[in-house]
């Protein structure tokens, strides 16, 4: 349900947007940033797949050692077409680059990713704690110990909080980082981040340090 992570003592912690199949963006905007594999690590606020160019790249990005992400509604829905046939609906959100791909290869990349991609993490920033979910988090951090369906599903597809501009800090945790929600530029609500700028039709991948999401929550 939850990974956690130390703070990394050799490198950068970085935190990027929904990818959304734009492999060559995202690898793009890490070159600008100097980013280093061998130090650095990258977390994914989900959504590697559909709609941009690159499905299948972006999703094996987390067989990488530096790179982490929760998973996505687009993930979900992957997994819903190829356990439970519910082919229409991911159809119809980004999902056709599927049916250029061997089925049997197809399930067994998506189960192995998923299998990496929880559904949220946390990051130390020295003594800081940052949570990372898709969507959107429950009120409280500490409810995501809770292995609760619908918790799940708030995690990867919820946009209450954006909807009622609901600037009341997310209890238990300094600050959270999601995507899912296509803003202009990065928006904060209380201790919330988000970072999903749309690259599949803006061409800008929103990708920044951990400490300059905490210095923007501050602003």
């Given amino acids: ?22 492999h060559g963006l995202l690898m793009a905007a890490l070159d600008r940033l100097g980013f280093d594999t061998a130090r650095d ?8 797949i559909d709609r941009g160019p690159d499905s299948p790249a972006c999703l094996k990005l987390v067989f990488e050692p530096w790179f982490h992400a929760v ?8 997994q819903d077409a190829l356990d439970n046939g519910a082919w229409p609906l991911w159809l119809e959100n980004g999902g056709r680059w599927a049916l250029k791909e061997d089925r049997a290869s197809l399930q067994a990349l998506v189960d192995a990713a998923l299998a990496r991609m929880p559904y949220a993490m946390e990051v130390a920033l020295g003594a800081t704690r940052i949570g990372i979910v898709h969507a959107e988090p429950p009120d409280d951090w500490r409810d995501i110990e809770q292995a609760d369906p619908m918790l799940r599903r708030h995690l990867v597809w919820a946009r209450q909080r954006l909807a009622g501009w609901d600037t009341r800090p997310v209890a238990g945790i300094d ?10 530029r990065p928006t904060n609500l209380g201790n919330v981040r988000y970072i999903d700028t749309g ?21």
């Fill in 71 to 78: 998973r996505g509604n687009h993930e979900c829905l992957a």
């Fill in 41 to 48: 690590r990258l977390f994914s606020v989900g959504d590697l």
């Fill in 175 to 184: 600050a959270v980082i999601v995507g899912h929600s296509i803003l202009e």
């Fill in 199 to 219: 690259a599949f039709t803006t061409q800008h991948l929103h990708v920044e340090p951990l400490s300059e999401s905490l210095a923007r929550l501050a602003d």
């Fill in 1 to 22: 349900m939850i990974e956690r992570f130390a703070p990394n003592r050799y490198g950068t912690d970085y935190v990027v947007g929904d990818i959304h199949g734009c």
